[in-house]
């Protein structure tokens, strides 16, 4: 079909021929319209026709990065408002807060927090906490893209100029800026920074600089080898980042590398498995074996994170081939495997691929992602796809992927799964072992 303008009645009824459900998504308060409109492609329960392709989330599906987000996003607050050690707050609240704040892009999860709490922002607080970021993101971010925003935002705040000697000495740490030179630019630009306040679209930008202030300070850190909560979030003991539950059985399997063995690793994926589970499992890891299918990661992270990330859980995932109960050859391929996350997935679609006003719940990053893998549109009906988030389900129905799968976890067991074709709170081990990853039996 050529390009064309045509009006309200041909419209409605070429839509009413390409779907039967759509998706309504909001986009930023600066781009017009202020909806764009999906067609869905329809719920499919049942590949019936064989599988070519999975394609999966990183955060809260293969990994366990959401509590980390959630807490650069209570900082991010805590430290606007001036009350960042203040042990009278108990934080974001989990019923009202998280569903609005998990499986979206950044700049959503940041507006939806600066509209509800801005009215107990202290300006100072906020003019100290942004400047500190920034000029740690300027000296410090490894990531390209990032400090482009934070000199972009910079320049909207007005700040662009007066910032330049607090960068011209090169200093190591962002910390020095709580001295005497901070205090003398707040009072420069106090007036004017009231004002910039009081502009929402400029504030969630600032609290977008304030927030991965904190969450590149700790991804850095897990770069460097330092993957334990204790230090970086106070009263976490866990690791910050973690392979979610059956990840590394699931991807070895679908790559066919635990073939006939894959049963022996039901045990793996839930207590006291029943022969039926064994079965089912060894069954899937023949047919994968003939048949490794193409697998393909998509996140509203940036690739700088994601690589971060990816590659603690990787080195994670290499170590747990040690307690597969398979043979030494298996879990020598399983180690050869994961030994990088680049290797592994035939394609990796973050954020860097696309742009912040087009992530989820937009279709662009699963698209690209489908593309990537060689697949068409005749080929969509042979792809699953795996998100723990209500906007991603609809991101993966609106690029064509009528199998998709909810694996909400206890962060994101209150969004509304209405895209879904399935829903699985328990999980990729509930995929595999109760509904058998969704292929008919022959």
């Known amino acids: 079909m050529s390009n064309k303008i045509v009006g309200f009645a041909e419209i409605s009824g070429l839509i009413r021929n390409i779907s039967e459900e759509f998706a309504v998504v909001a986009n930023p308060p600066y781009i017009y319209p202020p909806v764009d409109i999906y067609p869905l492609a329809p719920k499919k329960k049942l590949l019936s026709s064989g599988i070519k392709a999975v394609v999966m989330d990183m955060d809260g599906t293969t990994t366990t990065t959401e509590p980390l987000c959630v807490h650069a996003l209570e900082t991010m607050v805590r430290r606007c408002s001036g009350r960042e050690t203040d042990p009278n707050w108990t934080g974001l609240d989990p019923e ?6 998990i499986g979206n892009s950044t700049t959503k999860h940041v507006e939806f927090l600066v509209l509800k709490y801005r009215l107990g922002f202290v300006p100072r607080a906020v003019f100290n906490a942004y400047i500190r970021g920034t000029i740690w993101t300027l000296i410090h971010g490894k990531d390209p893209q990032r400090r482009r925003d934070a000199q972009t935002t910079l320049l909207a705040c007005g700040l662009d100029s007066a910032i330049k000697p607090l960068l011209a000495h090169d ?25 910039t ?15 991965y202030h904190r969450y590149h300070e700790v991804l850095e850190s897990i770069g460097q080898g330092n993957n334990a909560a204790s230090g970086s979030i106070p009263g976490t003991t866990e690791k910050l980042v973690k392979p979610m539950p059956g990840i590394g059985i699931f991807l070895a399997l679908v790559k066919g590398i635990l073939g006939e063995h894959a049963g022996a690793c039901a045990g ?5 498995p029943t022969p039926n589970d064994r079965a089912i499992l060894s069954e899937l890891g023949v047919l994968f ?7 393909g990661l998509v996140t509203s992270s940036i690739l700088y994170e994601a690589d971060l990330v990816l590659s603690e859980i990787f080195r994670q995932l290499m170590e747990e081939t040690e307690l ?40 662009d990053l699963y698209s690209i992602a489908l593309s990537q893998l060689g697949l068409g549109p005749a080929d969509f009906d042979k792809v699953i796809g795996f998100e723990d988030s209500e906007s991603g389900t609809i991101a993966m129905r609106a690029a064509g992927i009528g199998a998709a799968c909810a694996v909400p976890f206890h962060m994101t067991e209150g969004h509304t799964f209405d895209a879904a074709a399935w829903v699985c709170p328990g999980g990729l081990p509930e995929v595999l072992l109760d509904h058998r990853l969704f ?4």
Do not use: M
Request: no cysteine.
């Open 96 to 101: 009202t807060d998280y569903p609005h704040i």
């Open 171 to 195: 200093r190591s740490d962002a910390a020095e800026l709580t001295s005497e030179s901070l205090e003398n630019l707040y009072g420069e630009h106090a007036t004017a920074w009231q004002k």
């Open 197 to 211: 306040l009081e502009d929402s679209s400029l504030l969630t930008r600032i609290g977008v600089e304030i927030y």
């Open 268 to 272: 793996l994926l839930r207590p006291n």
């Open 289 to 295: 074996q003939e048949q490794p299918i193409r697998t």
């Open 324 to 363: 597969w109960p398979v043979p030494a050859d298996v879990k020598r391929a399983a180690r050869s495997a994961f030994q990088s996350h680049h290797a592994f997935y035939d394609t990796v679609v973050t954020a860097t691929d696309s742009h912040e006003i087009r992530l989820k719940p937009h279709r």
């Open 439 to 442: 292929i008919a039996s022959e």
